[in-house]
């Protein structure tokens, strides 16, 4: 992987792993984990603007050259290009294909190159690469994302039994398990409103459709964060949270009622 390659993916993975610092992650294929992914790109484009310009700014048309008579020829020109760098190919028919250094998988090192055919005037070319910088982004951070994501379940996993078992019985770490899988919960709550943006949202939908997307486990502490509250007080704070999160000021009405059954359901 080229020096200005591993430089992208540094940003990329200080990117999520500063935004998902006490976050949940999601699972892929979940409405969560895409708007997650969306949100990312969004940060990180806010934070520079400039950012896939920096990386995809390369050409070539090769049915303006000589040298170039074979699908091998042309993949190895793409290959030792710049990632999202395009180039123009015509095979023997007269159509056009346009090959896309898409760089290479972050999990098994091997190149990726994209292949599209369309009909593009010269000044096309711009939007093309547009599309495909967006497109290469979004695939690029859904690695980062699962890369970390396996990461941390696997430093979970390596923790010594013994070592694990004496730590669950201590009451305080208990307590901060829980106080974080709930201001994960509702960081995540949170940003999910914000993207709507619309104060018609139900809470109590967003908070489920979330659930829904958990592991067991991530379920079963975000239950137990949330068990000292009545199905009441738990939708009141939902409210509160969106009224915070859309800048409505209102008050918590905090219900005294405790029943082992409240919580979230699935």
Request: charged share 35%.
């Amino acid at each position: 992987m080229k020096k200005e390659e591993k430089q992208y993916f540094a940003v990329l993975e200080k990117l999520v792993r500063d935004e998902k610092r006490n976050s949940i992650f999601f699972k892929e294929g979940s409405d969560s984990f895409a708007l997650d992914i969306e949100l990312l790109m969004r940060h990180l484009q806010k934070q520079d603007p400039y950012f896939l310009d920096h990386m995809f700014d390369q050409y070539i048309d090769t049915t303006q050259l000589k040298g170039f008579n074979t699908v091998a020829e042309v993949k190895e020109l793409v290959a030792n290009m710049k990632k999202g760098s395009i180039v123009k190919w015509a095979d023997k028919d007269g159509r056009e294909l346009y090959y896309v250094n898409q760089g290479r998988n972050l999990i098994t090192g091997k190149k990726q190159i994209y292949i599209c055919t369309n009909l593009l005037s010269k000044k096309d070319i711009k939007s093309l690469q547009k599309s495909f910088m967006e497109h290469i982004l979004k695939k690029d951070l859904k690695q980062v994302y699962k890369k970390i994501q396996r990461e941390n379940l696997k430093k979970k996993e390596k923790k010594p039994h013994f070592l694990k078992e004496a730590v669950l019985n201590r009451k305080d770490y208990k307590e901060k398990e829980l106080e974080n899988a709930g201001t994960g919960f509702e960081k995540q709550f949170k940003k999910i409103i914000k993207e709507i943006g619309s104060s018609s949202v139900d809470p109590n939908t967003v908070a489920v459709s979330m659930f829904r997307t958990m592991s067991k486990g991530e379920q079963r502490d975000v239950s137990a964060a949330f068990a000292h509250l009545t199905v009441g007080g738990f939708k009141s704070m939902l409210n509160k949270w969106k009224d915070e999160t859309l800048g409505v000021s209102v008050s918590l009405n905090k219900s005294k009622t405790y029943t082992r059954e409240d919580g979230l359901s699935r």
